[in-house]
C-alpha cells in the first residue's frame, strides 16, 4: 500500500469517525478521548434528529424561591428563613443549602428569577402556567386548551404506537383539551410508579376473563376496556373515539409502547439514583424519604425516550404554609434535589438532553415574609423556575427579584414567555389560530417572548 493510499483511509476513517474507527486507526489515547466519552458522542450523535420533547415537573402547591432557587442571604430572619446558602459550580450563583448536589451541578441548568403573574389561587395559576390564559369563571374550568393539548393538536405523534402527550399520574386543572377536543387530552397514567409491585397501567386493563383473542376487531375494543367504557366521552366525535381505540390497542399490543412504561426495565441503582428503595425488599429504607414522584421523572425519562412529546410529572404538594421549614428540610429539598439531578444526569448520559427540554416550577412562589406558622404562604408576584436541556445554556441567572424576594428587580418574565421558549423549542407555531367552541378563532398564546437569554 502507498503512503498515499494509507493517508486517504486514515482520512476516510476520520470522516466518519465511529468506535470501531477509532480502534482501528489506534488514535482513541492520542485523541485525548476516553472510550466513556466516544460511547456519550456515539449517543449524542444517534439523538441529533430525534424529535424534540419536553418534560414538565410541576411542583404543584408552589416552591418557596427564596428558600431554593433565589436566597436572600442578607434579608433580615424572617425573610430568609431558617436556611442557609451554598456556592454552585458557577462563580457568581448561590442556592439553599440544602440543594448541595443541584449546586454541584448547576453548570447543566439554569435559573429563571423574576417570574410573575397575578393569581394566588391554585388552580387557576395552574391555568395560566399550563396555558397562558386567565381561567373562566370557576377555578376549574379549562376553557383554553393546555400546552400538551395544542402540542398533540399541531405536531401529532412523535411515535405512532405512543400518544404525544401524558401527564404522570392524572391531570391538574389546566391540562385539558378544552375546544380542540377529547382527541387532545393527555393519557394519564393513573397508576403510581413507587407503588408496591410491578408497575401497570389501569386505563387500559382488560376487563376481567376477557383476552386479546376475545376482544377481536377494534371496533369491539370497548366492550372489553374498563376505563374507556367508563370515562369515553361521549359527546366527542367519532374520530376521536377511533383515536382512543387505537391508542388503547396500541398500548396492549405494541412492544415499543409497553416497554416505555415498563419501570421494571431500569436497574435498582438507577432507581435509587433517583430516590427509590424496591417496593419488594421489605428491610431496605427509602434513602432519602421520597415520595412517588421520584419515580414518576424516571418514568418520564423513559416515555420522552420512546418517542412522547411532552410529559407533565404532577411533583406535589408544595404547598408549606405551616411548619415549612420543617417540610422541606426533612423531605421535600432532599427529595427534589436528588430526583432533579439524577434526571438531568440520566438524559445527558443517554445523549437526550439536547433533545429534551425539562422545565420545572409550580403556579407560583411563597411569601416572602415568614408566617407565625413557620410556614410561607401562596406569592404570585414573584419567584423561580429551573430549565435544563434543549439547548439551554447551564450556569445562568435570568432576572432577578428584589432584596426581599418580593417583586422583579431586573428583567421581568412571564409564564407566557416560558410557554412560549417550550413551544419555541418543540417546533410548534403558535402564530396559528385554533377555533374555539363558537368558532371564534383563538391564539395559541395571548402574549409571550422567547426567553433568549437562556441560549
Given at each position: 500500500m502507498s503512503s498515499a493510499t494509507g493517508c486517504s483511509d486514515f482520512r476516510g476513517t476520520l470522516a466518519h469517525p465511529d468506535r470501531r474507527s477509532f480502534v482501528k486507526a489506534g488514535i482513541l489515547g492520542a485523541s485525548g478521548l476516553s472510550l466513556s466519552e466516544l460511547f456519550r458522542s456515539e449517543a449524542k450523535a444517534s439523538t441529533s434528529s430525534r424529535p424534540t420533547s419536553v418534560i414538565i415537573l410541576w411542583m404543584r402547591g408552589g416552591p418557596s424561591h427564596i428558600d431554593m432557587w433565589d436566597p436572600k442571604p442578607d434579608?433580615?430572619?424572617e425573610i430568609r428563613g431558617e436556611f442557609g446558602t451554598i456556592d454552585t459550580n458557577v462563580p457568581g450563583i448561590q442556592l439553599g443549602d440544602l440543594l448541595p448536589m443541584s449546586a454541584k451541578s448547576m453548570d447543566k441548568w439554569s435559573i429563571i428569577r423574576s417570574l410573575n403573574h397575578h393569581d394566588a389561587g391554585h388552580s387557576t395559576g395552574d391555568q395560566i402556567c399550563f396555558t397562558g390564559y386567565n381561567p373562566g369563571s370557576s377555578p376549574d374550568e379549562n376553557i383554553h386548551p393546555s400546552i400538551g393539548s395544542v402540542v398533540s393538536k399541531q405536531l401529532g405523534d412523535a411515535n405512532p404506537k405512543l400518544p404525544p402527550y401524558v401527564m404522570i399520574p392524572r391531570m391538574v386543572p389546566g391540562t385539558g383539551a378544552a375546544y380542540l377536543g377529547v382527541a387532545h387530552k393527555p393519557f394519564e397514567t393513573q397508576a403510581d410508579p413507587a407503588n408496591p409491585g410491578p408497575f401497570r397501567l389501569p386505563n387500559f386493563s382488560l376487563a376481567s376473563g376477557v383476552t386479546l383473542e376475545q376482544v377481536g376487531d377494534r371496533r369491539g375494543l370497548l366492550t372489553g376496556f374498563d376505563r374507556i367504557r367508563r370515562d369515553m366521552d361521549n359527546s366527542g366525535q367519532l374520530h376521536a373515539m377511533d383515536r382512543f381505540q387505537q391508542r388503547a390497542?396500541?398500548?396492549l399490543t405494541s412492544p415499543d409502547a409497553r416497554d416505555a412504561f415498563d419501570l421494571d426495565k431500569e436497574p435498582i441503582k438507577l432507581r435509587e439514583r433517583y430516590g427509590f428503595a424496591p417496593a419488594f425488599d421489605p428491610k431496605a429504607s427509602n434513602r432519602c424519604g421520597c415520595p412517588s414522584w421520584s419515580q414518576r421523572m424516571l418514568l418520564a425519562r423513559r416515555l420522552v425516550e420512546a418517542g412522547v412529546r411532552l410529559v407533565t410529572v404532577d411533583l406535589r404538594w408544595w404547598d408549606t404554609h405551616v411548619?415549612?421549614?420543617e417540610s422541606l428540610r426533612q423531605g421535600f429539598l432532599p427529595r427534589w434535589d436528588r430526583a432533579y439531578t439524577a434526571l438531568i444526569e440520566d438524559?445527558?448520559?443517554?445523549?437526550?438532553?439536547d433533545s429534551t427540554l425539562v422545565l420545572a416550577w409550580g403556579e407560583f412562589g411563597r411569601t416572602p415574609k415568614v408566617n407565625n406558622d413557620a410556614g410561607r404562604d401562596?406569592?404570585?408576584n414573584v419567584f423561580s423556575a429551573a430549565i435544563a436541556g434543549g439547548?439551554?445554556?447551564?450556569g445562568r441567572v435570568i432576572g432577578s427579584s428584589d432584596a426581599k424576594g418580593a417583586f422583579p428587580k431586573a428583567n421581568p418574565k412571564s409564564p407566557q414567555d416560558v410557554l412560549e421558549t417550550v413551544y419555541h423549542h418543540l417546533g410548534v407555531d403558535t402564530s396559528i389560530n385554533f377555533n374555539?367552541?363558537?368558532?371564534?378563532?383563538?391564539?395559541i398564546l395571548p402574549s409571550g417572548k422567547r426567553i433568549d437569554e437562556l441560549y
Open positions: 434579608a433580615p430572619v390497542w396500541d398500548v411548619k415549612g421549614f438524559l445527558e448520559s443517554r445523549g437526550l438532553l401562596h406569592y404570585p439547548g439551554v445554556k447551564g374555539n367552541t363558537t368558532g371564534r378563532p383563538v391564539p
